[in-house]
């Protein structure tokens, strides 16, 4: 079987566990709950609960205590993109080929159905609670999930990176951005996969800094798409960089550049991949494709 055809596979099983943990739309608050759901079904690739599922494989995971956090990470992952399509951040009206929640829903009800995924992913998570014998464990894992998120993970560096919007960038505050903004939700998916897999506090480190290495390279190929790319490609609004007058990767060191160091990064990540105990030559090369994708 080929790795393509696997991974529309795996695609398939992924899906069909976020849908199982979404919530049913009924109720006088029923429209949040469609939007909510909308947004979630839209698509995508997957990658983060992906990751998380093989990084569990990896270190010896059998159980379905990762399914819940499988289902939180897409909802932590998609309750992002509503927010950044709003016209207070990117006024995108496109995204998976499809019309953004603030569209399609309203300006109200795509704030409050991204605040809503968040919360929801964590009432999620914690439902591995009743699947494993370890509490603790799950525990730590919504930490991860919350520290990831939050002011110190995701939002923070969705902070920054509102806040330089039209200023120049440091290379620096630069990669402060993609750290955090795009790495921390990989590193939370990895290591909450890790660590429910029984991965050791040494691995979990290694792991950490696997996956920002990850989300960095993907970041800089996400930059590099947005200039070469189409928009039937990406089913997303191509050049919105550089209409928002964004710095990136792209802009700082050039497309040759952003290239080069994709594959070094990439390479290094699978270094630390290799070092790790137990082989998953899926995990692999679902690594190598999110960060060399061409879409």
Known sequence: MTIHKRLEERTCEVEAVIEQYLPEET????????????????????LRPMLMEETYRLFGGQGQEIEPFMAAIEMIHTSSLIHDDLPCMDNDQLRRGMPTVWVKYGYDMAV??????LIYAVETGIKACTMTRD????????????????????????VVDVQLTNQPISREKLDFI?????GALLEAAMMIGALLGGASENELGQVERMASLIGIAFQIQDDILDVTATTEQLGKPVGSDEKNQKTTYVTLEGIEKAKEDVARISAEAIEILHSLPGENLFLEELIRILITREK
């Open 27 to 46: 109720g006088h608050q029923k429209t949040i709950l469609e939007a909510m759901n909308y947004s979630v079904r839209a698509g995508g690739k997957r």
């Open 112 to 117: 409050l159905a991204g605040d809503a995924l």
């Open 135 to 158: 509490g603790n464990k799950v525990a730590r894992a919504v930490g991860i999930l919350a520290e990831k998120t939050g002011i110190y993970g995701m939002i923070g560096g969705q």
């Open 178 to 182: 993609y750290r955090l903004k795009t």
